[in-house]
């Protein structure tokens, strides 16, 4: 065809030059380019000319985006998909001569290559062709039409073929005739995972669709490593080394993520979806990731597996989530019963009732022999003494589980794995059901910090009540017992000559004589509380560390009580929380905080250090804030300036972290019921921290939500449902953190009065100004700066969505964090707040407070507020 071109170009042209010009005024010799038809003709044939060049230079690409077995590409030319996402072409990997046919982002200037055709089979020079060939299939061609590299399909319409780069990145070999696609380079892919793209697996078939590493960086023939989704018996991402050796896991997924990835509900939140048909197991993203967005997952030639996306900003690749970070991120670090934790020096230790197997090599660092049983069940458990099970929490379950599909619940899982003299333990998960260990040893355990699973292991009774040493432990008890006795006597002679000679109160003194008369409550609330593996404090130990709990050293007063700041004996400072004595509720409220929040373990959550019930006391103590609490950072304070944007949205994502912890990734579901700004901490780096746990509440199983006869919370961050109803769920936590996320960038409190702006509430007032379409006069002036200024809206409109008045319109805490990200672009408008009348949430008629109670240091009527120093 261009051959045919040529030739028509040449004669016309020629005939132009010898053709004669029609006036016979004009010379012979005249060129006859006045003649308009043959000019548009000439023209005509010289872009068909240039048309037919346009896979020979990458220059003129961008128009094409197909090849057939008339159009293909000869090096160095290449194809540009339509929107100009991807291009397929040649190329040369770093420090290498060698070209191999491949696919790359088109609009990012770092070349990075996603996807390689003749991975094997390097072109040694610039000859390469990539065509159709005559058998219908896609072909990589040397310069002696040597076959590098075929698609190596079968198809009856064997030369009605032709391929198309996508703008997904996908390149797919059609079937002219019927539109069906024979091939796609996704189902074969190279070492990245794109948006589009599916992992799959066929248990029956055995078929698989998994990513293989470049064997090194300028390599890109197939590698050590692999990553695809295994299926034993549950689904999770495996990396193998050489094909067979486990290298990397996930943990087993549970229907929204994988439980050995705690960040991945942090990172990308929600949208993940494992759909299973006909024993096929397909797992995809979500799909609201655009290819800019999500970047890709890629497979290292180390075998290491990360998310990374492109900064346009930095012009570099960042990364969102990497599979290996530490030692225990690889398969098996601590051997068989052996649990790894980063944290931990050295990061492996056995389990609870084992031992190292091998004590000379586990104390030199060696631990892949792992550990083996102190004691021997005795597979009875109908006796008193029979097994028992350890929980462990917050961890990535093992391998090889045998799932028990058979709809148990989690007691009848228990006594599935009892019933099972094989069954190590056993694991119960909502997404997954009844998860037991019976057929191998448990390998791969890792502690986190968060998320993860609880394991429940099988020991002996005898092993699991230390009751294993016998005689020997008993003089060893009695011969600790002794000194420790007496040094307690003389502790508390001590004690108490330090309290009689120092100036006290007569209210003090009362207390002293009346230690011993701890009444029926402190005794009922001890009880409670007893096992929830959390250190009791003495009451004179606490007197010390706050100077008898001097008024210079109070931090706070509200409804149940005082916050005093503290220094133990060690250097350890505290913060007191020192319940009032005449409040039932407050009882209600101890009790609650140390249920809670002993299991809580998360950087946006205070940490709870102990408890003390002495003298008709109830005291908790808290790690110390160095920083102020939020209340007195952004309202009315001349120190408002001090936070900048930056650190106001750090703050805000740092709320909302706390609350995706509580309400998806604890192992139970969480409801704070009380979040407002005097009850987010700031630690010395101005970190937030999520604090009163007292009137929180935990929904239990598949609850949504639960209700109650009294509305317990702070008017203007309790929403409607929840103050005119008593129905309280997640969302309604959501709504307390939209009024939160305004105030902070407003330094107004809700509950405040705005008649000179029209409005009686902040949450009114924002509707207005959102209404009118001018949100600026809604930003404090100290934090707002024309560079921010998008981030900053787009952070209200957030806020707006949060506080609607509708349970079902509001979005919940993962989306919240994916929008306040920007992760999610397109942000919904948001509908009417849930305000009533005059911009007041509707008041309940029994409230955990009273008007009577209002102290002048709180700024609430409930719970304890102004923390002015923690």
């Given at each position: 065809?261009?051959?045919?071109y040529?030739?028509?170009?040449?004669?016309?042209?020629s005939?132009i030059?010898?053709f004669?010009s029609?006036?016979?005024?004009?010379?012979?010799?005249n060129?006859?380019?006045?003649?308009?038809?043959?000019?548009?003709?000439?023209l005509?044939?010289?872009?068909?000319?240039?048309?037919s060049?346009?896979c020979?230079?990458?220059?003129?690409?961008?128009?094409?985006d197909t090849?057939?077995?008339?159009i293909?590409?000869?090096d160095?030319?290449s194809?540009?998909?339509?929107s100009s996402?991807f291009?397929l072409?040649?190329?040369?990997?770093?420090?290498?001569?060698?070209?191999?046919?491949?696919?790359?982002?088109n609009?990012?200037?770092?070349?990075?290559i996603?996807?390689?055709?003749n991975?094997?089979n390097p072109?040694?020079?610039?000859s390469?062709?990539f065509t159709i060939?005559?058998?219908g299939n896609?072909v990589?061609?040397d310069?002696?039409?040597?076959v590098?590299?075929?698609?190596?399909?079968?198809?009856s319409s064997?030369?009605?073929t032709?391929?198309?780069?996508?703008?997904?990145?996908?390149l797919?070999l059609?079937d002219?005739?019927?539109g069906?696609i024979?091939?796609e380079?996704?189902?074969?892919?190279?070492?990245?995972f794109l948006?589009s793209?599916?992992f799959?697996?066929?248990t029956?078939?055995?078929?698989?669709?998994k990513?293989?590493s470049w064997n090194?960086p300028?390599?890109?023939?197939?590698?050590n490593f692999?990553?695809?989704?295994?299926?034993?018996s549950?689904?999770?991402?495996?990396?193998?080394?050489?094909?067979?050796?486990v290298?990397?896991?996930?943990?087993p997924w549970?229907?929204?993520?994988?439980?050995g990835i705690?960040?991945?509900?942090?990172?990308y939140?929600?949208?993940?979806?494992?759909?299973?048909q006909n024993?096929?197991?397909?797992?995809?993203?979500?799909q609201n990731?655009?290819?800019?967005e999500?970047?890709?997952l890629f497979?290292?030639?180390q075998?290491?597996?990360?998310?990374?996306?492109w900064n346009?900003?930095e012009?570099n690749?960042?990364f969102?989530?990497i599979?290996i970070?530490?030692e225990c991120d690889?398969?098996?670090?601590?051997?068989?019963?052996?649990?790894?934790?980063p944290?931990a020096s050295?990061?492996?230790?056995?389990?609870k009732?084992?031992?190292?197997?091998?004590e000379?090599?586990?104390?030199?660092g060696?631990?892949s022999?792992?550990?083996v049983?102190?004691?021997?069940?005795?597979c009875?458990?109908?006796?008193a003494?029979?097994?028992?099970?350890?929980?462990?929490?917050?961890?990535?379950?093992?391998?090889f589980?045998?799932?028990?599909?058979?709809?148990?619940?989690?007691?009848?899982?228990?006594?599935?794995?009892l019933?099972n003299c094989?069954?190590?333990?056993y694991?119960?998960?909502?997404?997954i059901r009844?998860?037991?260990?019976s057929k191998?040893?448990l390998?791969?355990i890792?502690k986190?910090?968060s998320?993860?699973?609880?394991?429940?292991?099988?020991?002996?009774?005898?092993?699991?009540?230390?009751a294993?040493?016998?005689?020997?432990?008993k003089?060893i008890?009695?011969?600790?017992?002794v000194?420790v006795?007496?040094?307690?006597?003389?502790i508390?002679?001590?004690?108490?000559?330090?309290?009689?000679?120092?100036?006290?109160?007569?209210?003090?003194r009362?207390?002293?004589?009346?230690l011993?008369?701890?009444?029926?409550?402190?005794?009922m609330?001890?009880d409670?509380?007893?096992?929830?593996d959390l250190p009791?404090?003495d009451?004179?130990?606490?007197?010390?560390?706050?100077?008898?709990?001097?008024t210079?050293n109070k931090?706070?007063k509200?409804?149940?009580?005082?916050v005093?700041?503290?220094?133990l004996?060690?250097?350890q400072?505290i913060?007191?929380?020192?319940?009032?004595?005449?409040?039932?509720?407050?009882?209600e409220?101890?009790?609650?905080?140390?249920?809670?929040?002993?299991k809580?373990?998360?950087?946006n959550l205070?940490?709870?250090?102990?408890y003390?019930m002495?003298?008709?006391?109830?005291?908790?103590?808290y790690e110390?804030?160095p920083?102020?609490?939020l209340?007195n950072?952004?309202?009315?304070?001349?120190?408002?300036e001090?936070l900048?944007w930056r650190q106001?949205?750090?703050?805000?994502?740092?709320i909302?972290r706390?609350?995706?912890?509580?309400h998806?990734d604890s192992?139970?579901?969480?409801?704070h019921?009380?979040?407002k700004?005097s009850?987010?901490?700031l630690?010395?780096?101005?970190d937030?921290k999520?604090s009163?746990?007292?009137?929180?509440?935990i929904?239990?199983g598949?609850?949504?939500?639960?209700?109650?006869?009294?509305?317990?919370?702070?008017?203007?961050?309790?929403s409607p449902?929840?103050?005119?109803?008593?129905l309280?769920?997640?969302?309604?936590?959501?709504y307390?953190?939209?009024?939160?996320?305004?105030e902070?960038?407003?330094?107004?409190?809700?509950?405040g009065?705005?008649?000179?702006?029209?409005?009686?509430s902040?949450?009114e007032?924002?509707?207005?100004?959102?209404?009118?379409?001018n949100l600026?006069?809604?930003?404090?002036?100290?934090i707002y700066?024309?560079c921010?200024?998008?981030e900053?809206?787009?952070c209200i409109?957030?806020g707006?969505?949060?506080?609607?008045?509708?349970?079902n319109?509001?979005?919940?805490?993962s989306t919240?964090?994916?929008?306040?990200?920007?992760e999610?672009?397109d942000?919904?408008s948001?509908?009417?707040?849930?305000?009533i009348?005059?911009?007041?949430?509707?008041e309940?008629?029994s409230?955990?407070s009273?008007?009577q109670?209002?102290n002048?240091d709180?700024?609430?009527?409930?719970?304890?507020?102004?923390?002015?120093?923690?």
């Amino acid at each position: 065809m261009t051959v045919l071109y040529i030739q028509l170009f040449f004669i016309l042209f020629s005939s132009i030059i010898i053709f004669p010009s029609a006036s016979p005024m004009k010379p012979k010799n005249n060129f006859a380019f006045s003649h308009p038809l043959l000019l548009l003709l000439l023209l005509l044939l010289l872009l068909l000319l240039l048309l037919s060049f346009t896979c020979f230079s990458p220059t003129f690409c961008v128009a094409n985006d197909t090849i057939t077995s008339e159009i293909f590409i000869k090096d160095p030319a290449s194809l540009i998909s339509s929107s100009s996402s991807f291009q397929l072409g040649f190329f040369a990997p770093p420090n290498s001569t060698s070209r191999y046919v491949g696919i790359w982002y088109n609009n990012i200037p770092s070349q990075t290559i996603v996807w390689v055709a003749n991975r094997e089979n390097p072109l040694k020079d610039a000859s390469g062709i990539f065509t159709i060939s005559k058998d219908g299939n896609l072909v990589v061609l040397d310069g002696d039409d040597t076959v590098l590299w075929s698609s190596n399909v079968s198809s009856s319409s064997k030369t009605n073929t032709s391929a198309r780069i996508l703008d997904s990145g996908n390149l797919v070999l059609e079937d002219n005739a019927s539109g069906r696609i024979l091939w796609e380079s996704f189902k074969h892919p190279s070492d990245k995972f794109l948006p589009s793209m599916k992992f799959m697996t066929n248990t029956r078939t055995k078929e698989m669709i998994k990513l293989t590493s470049w064997n090194t960086p300028s390599n890109p023939s197939t590698g050590n490593f692999s990553v695809a989704l295994e299926v034993v018996s549950l689904p999770e991402a495996v990396i193998w080394n050489n094909d067979d050796n486990v290298y990397w896991r996930s943990g087993p997924w549970n229907g929204q993520s994988f439980i050995g990835i705690p960040e991945m509900d942090s990172v990308y939140l929600s949208g993940f979806n494992l759909v299973i048909q006909n024993q096929e197991y397909t797992f995809s993203v979500p799909q609201n990731y655009s290819v800019e967005e999500f970047g890709s997952l890629f497979l290292t030639s180390q075998g290491n597996f990360v998310q990374s996306y492109w900064n346009p900003q930095e012009r570099n690749w960042n990364f969102n989530w990497i599979a290996i970070q530490t030692e225990c991120d690889y398969y098996g670090t601590c051997g068989a019963f052996g649990i790894c934790n980063p944290k931990a020096s050295p990061i492996c230790s056995c389990l609870k009732g084992f031992k190292p197997k091998n004590e000379v090599e586990w104390n030199q660092g060696n631990w892949s022999d792992g550990c083996v049983r102190r004691t021997p069940l005795k597979c009875i458990n109908s006796s008193a003494e029979g097994d028992e099970f350890l929980t462990v929490e917050r961890v990535k379950l093992p391998y090889f589980v045998q799932w028990s599909d058979l709809g148990l619940t989690e007691d009848d899982c228990k006594q599935e794995c009892l019933n099972n003299c094989s069954c190590n333990a056993y694991a119960y998960e909502n997404g997954i059901r009844c998860m037991l260990w019976s057929k191998s040893d448990l390998i791969d355990i890792q502690k986190f910090e968060s998320g993860g699973a609880a394991l429940y292991i099988r020991l002996s009774y005898a092993e699991l009540n230390d009751a294993t040493d016998g005689k020997d432990k008993k003089w060893i008890d009695v011969a600790i017992a002794v000194p420790v006795t007496f040094i307690i006597f003389i502790i508390i002679v001590i004690s108490f000559r330090w309290k009689y000679t120092t100036r006290t109160s007569d209210d003090e003194r009362k207390g002293i004589l009346e230690l011993l008369k701890e009444d029926d409550m402190n005794h009922m609330i001890k009880d409670d509380i007893k096992h929830e593996d959390l250190p009791s404090y003495d009451y004179e130990e606490l007197a010390i560390a706050t100077n008898n709990f001097d008024t210079n050293n109070k931090l706070g007063k509200g409804g149940f009580g005082s916050v005093y700041k503290g220094k133990l004996l060690n250097g350890q400072e505290i913060a007191v929380k020192k319940l009032a004595r005449t409040s039932l509720q407050g009882y209600e409220e101890f009790k609650n905080e140390v249920r809670l929040i002993s299991k809580l373990q998360h950087r946006n959550l205070v940490r709870l250090f102990g408890y003390c019930m002495e003298r008709e006391q109830q005291m908790l103590i808290y790690e110390y804030m160095p920083n102020l609490s939020l209340d007195n950072l952004i309202f009315g304070s001349s120190k408002h300036e001090l936070l900048n944007w930056r650190q106001r949205f750090n703050i805000i994502d740092g709320i909302a972290r706390g609350l995706l912890y509580l309400h998806r990734d604890s192992r139970v579901k969480i409801i704070h019921r009380d979040l407002k700004a005097s009850n987010i901490l700031l630690d010395q780096d101005l970190d937030p921290k999520i604090s009163d746990f007292g009137m929180a509440r935990i929904l239990f199983g598949n609850e949504i939500q639960a209700n109650t006869q009294r509305a317990a919370g702070t008017y203007g961050y309790m929403s409607p449902e929840y103050a005119m109803e008593g129905l309280f769920s997640e969302k309604s936590d959501v709504y307390s953190f939209g009024v939160l996320l305004l105030e902070i960038i407003s330094g107004r409190k809700n509950t405040g009065f705005y008649r000179h702006e029209q409005a009686l509430s902040l949450l009114e007032f924002a509707w207005k100004l959102w209404m009118e379409d001018n949100l600026i006069p809604l930003i404090e002036e100290a934090i707002y700066e024309l560079c921010y200024q998008q981030e900053i809206l787009r952070c209200i409109q957030v806020g707006l969505l949060c506080v609607q008045r509708f349970v079902n319109d509001r979005p919940n805490i993962s989306t919240i964090i994916s929008m306040l990200n920007s992760e999610i672009l397109d942000l919904p408008s948001p509908k009417e707040p849930g305000f009533i009348g005059n911009g007041r949430p509707c008041e309940s008629n029994s409230t955990e407070s009273s008007q009577q109670n209002l102290n002048k240091d709180s700024v609430n009527n409930v719970t304890l507020t102004t923390i002015v120093g923690r």
